[in-house]
């Protein structure tokens, strides 16, 4: 690269190609933050969650902002993986994430009354990738997180998450096939399991792709230069937060 560079200084007359050379380092550092995308999921699942609250399952309200919701898991499921592997201690971040599930969770039932809150599943979803990493036996680590996902069966976002997880694990192994396998696994839930009609499928599919390609294709791996505790313990605080202020109108 150091000897093209030097060529087309010498050899390039009005510079053009010296011009395309710079722009590449701005090319690669395009893309979005983690807390970009972090507080994208935050906002749609305050969508949601106030849409369970406030408006009648019936409306069109409800349909809308309960699909913007379904960003939200896929993000975090997706964030989850990449914790796992950049966590400097894994024992203290699952410790984290049960000790604000249990922070979260009367507030939770309070507002929606629906099993246990999405920080218990991905706590859940942490025991599954320890799972898929230490245990060498295949039957026993298919059997453990079989286990694992249906135990998310009493969480939000019950199987899914756990799914996602999985599919974000193996995102090496899956390349392209990574966002659609997000998406056949949510219709195959919600319409084979739950029994979903058809067009409500598809509408609360889109988000579940938005989310997966918004991650694998548009994550920059970059975190924000300034405040970045700041928004580690934001993130973790909004859960609760925002639950108890829902709890409270």
């Known amino acids: 690269m150091r000897n093209l560079y030097c060529y087309l200084r010498k050899n390039d007359r009005n510079g053009f190609s010296l011009r395309i050379i710079n722009m590449l380092p701005k090319i690669e550092n395009k893309g979005f933050t983690r807390e970009t995308i972090k507080m994208t999921a935050m906002l749609t699942m305050a ?5 369970h609250i406030f408006a009648g399952s019936d409306t069109l309200l409800y349909l809308i902002l ?16 990449e914790g796992f592997y950049k966590t400097s201690d ?6 984290r994430l ?10 939770y039932h309070l507002a929606l009354g629906l099993g246990l809150n999405m920080l218990f599943t991905l706590s859940a979803c942490f025991l599954e990738l320890l799972v898929l990493e230490k245990v060498k036996h295949g039957w026993l680590k298919g059997m453990l997180c079989l286990i694992i996902i249906l135990s998310t069966a009493w969480m939000d976002w019950p199987v899914l998450a756990a799914v996602f997880t999985l599919v974000f694990y193996r995102m090496d192994d899956l390349k392209w096939m990574t966002v659609p396998c997000c998406g056949l696994a949510y ?7 739950m029994g979903e009609g058809l067009l409500r499928v598809v ?9 997966g390609v918004a991650v694998t294709r548009f994550y920059s791996k970059r975190r924000v230069t300034h405040g970045q505790k700041f ?6 605080l909004f859960y609760p937060v925002h639950l108890a202020v829902l709890c409270c109108i």
């Open 66 to 81: 309960t699909a913007v919701g379904n960003f939200t898991a896929p993000c975090m499921c997706y964030f989850l993986v």
């Open 231 to 236: 928004f580690k313990w934001f993130f973790y």
């Open 203 to 211: 509408i609360n599919v889109i988000p579940v792709l938005t989310a």
């Open 98 to 107: 049960l000790i604000f599930a249990c922070l979260s969770q009367p507030f």
């Open 187 to 193: 219709a195959f839930c919600t319409a084979g399991i």
């Open 47 to 51: 969508c949601c969650h106030t849409a």
């Open 90 to 95: 894994r024992r203290r971040y699952l410790l």
